[in-house]
């Protein structure tokens, strides 16, 4: 059983910051790639950006520059360092994470978080 938590979120001014995170617990015996998406209302949801076990990042064009991912892998946590809000970037914030559950089995599962609301307003 694995448990991916989000915080972070909540009300910011256009052109604030905010810095999400998400800690996974659980039975982990390995995290891959960690990763974060939103999906604004009637929307659907999108990707923000990965970053792999190694600290190789990608992101979506839209939000290269003003979004970093980083993680903690002593952690197991993942971060989302969001500058320069806009609007358009009021979301709820999921995180996502490729885990092997245990020593035995070799496949690696997607989980998600619950998902933190993000509002970008004056």
């Known amino acids: 059983q694995v448990q991916l938590v989000e915080s972070g979120g909540g009300l910011v001014q256009p052109g604030g910051s905010l810095r999400l995170s998400c800690a996974a617990s659980?039975?982990?015996?390995?995290?891959?790639?960690m990763g974060w998406y939103r999906q604004a209302p009637g929307k659907e949801r999108e990707l923000v950006g990965i970053i792999t076990s190694g600290g190789t990042t990608n992101y979506a064009s839209s939000m290269k520059g003003r979004f970093t991912i980083s993680r903690d892998n002593s952690k197991n946590t993942v971060y989302l360092q969001m500058n320069s809000l806009k609007p358009e970037d009021t979301a709820v914030y999921y995180c996502?994470?490729?885990?092997?559950?245990?020593?035995?089995?070799?496949?690696?599962?997607?989980?998600w978080g619950q998902g933190t609301q993000v509002t970008v307003s004056s």
């Open positions: 996502n994470a490729n885990i092997r559950t245990t020593m035995v089995i070799l496949r690696y599962s997607d989980y």
């Open positions: 659980g039975s982990i015996f390995r995290i891959n790639a």
